[in-house]
């Protein structure tokens, strides 16, 4: 049994059935299964079945099953992407293909061609077209285009790098920006990185300071670096011209 209210809601239905279509032109050719379409235009054309979409045009063409969109126009291009959750005006709009996609926010993804990424913002991953990248933040990762396995995070972070293929790399904090596959930034070139200091005064006073501390307690150590290097210990063979012992090290490296 379906449910159809609204103006021609449902009007070229021939097979579906367990639907409930809300709003003029609500699935008008949609021959799903168990979906549920609320505004007008939703899910007006396709199949698929266990669809939720709520809001002008939104999953206008899906073909595809287990997706929730909701906010005018979200999803509103899906053909084939499955289980994606779009909440948003315009999130994930023209993702065709895509699937196991998370975008929140403002036009978040709205150009993005992905899979299994996650973007949570206002316009975070707006043009996101590679696969497993997570953008959180304001316009973050808004020019990223392609390359795969990154996470930005931080108003703006990888906002502005157009043009860049970043892959396998990190940027943390507002407006940071990575350059190259295979690294990570933190924070911008205004911050000041502490580690150990958290709640100290006074604060980092350079780009990395280090309070050495004891795990199990947190109580500082004193005379002691925090760093621990494992292929350079007090065994270790001076290398020239490095003979000065400029750096020492103990028996576990640090």
């Not at 953008?135 to 860049?164: A, C, E, K, P, R």
């Amino acid at each position: 049994l379906n449910t159809f209210l609204g103006f021609r809601s449902g009007s070229n239905v021939t097979i579906g059935e367990e639907n409930t279509y809300v709003g003029a032109l609500a699935g008008f050719s949609n021959n799903g299964r168990f979906n549920v379409y609320i505004g007008k235009g939703s899910g007006f054309n396709g199949a698929g079945i266990y669809n939720t979409f709520t809001g002008w045009e939104s999953g206008y063409n899906n073909n595809n099953s287990n997706n929730t969109f909701y906010g005018s126009a979200s999803g509103r291009e899906n053909t084939d992407g499955v289980a994606n959750t779009y909440l948003g005006l315009a999130a994930g709009r023209d993702n065709v293909h895509g699937s196991y996609n998370v975008c929140v926010g403002w036009s978040t993804g709205i150009m993005s061609l992905g899979e299994n990424s996650t973007s949570i913002g206002t316009a975070a991953g707006y043009y996101n077209n590679d696969d497993n990248n997570t953008f959180l933040g304001y316009w973050t990762g808004s020019q990223h285009v392609l390359g795969h396995d990154n996470t930005f995070i931080g108003s703006m972070s990888q906002g502005g790098n157009s043009g860049l293929s970043i892959t396998n790399s990190s940027s943390l904090g507002a407006n940071t920006v990575v350059t190259a596959n295979n690294t990570m930034i933190l924070g911008n070139n205004n911050v000041y990185v502490g580690i150990g200091l958290s709640g100290v005064n006074p604060p980092p006073g350079n780009n990395l300071e280090i309070n050495a501390r004891n795990q199990s307690t947190g109580a500082v150590i004193n005379d002691a670096s925090g760093l621990r290097f494992r292929q350079l210990t007090s065994s270790s063979s001076p290398s020239t011209p490095y003979t000065t012992n400029v750096l020492s090290v103990d028996n576990l490296g640090n």
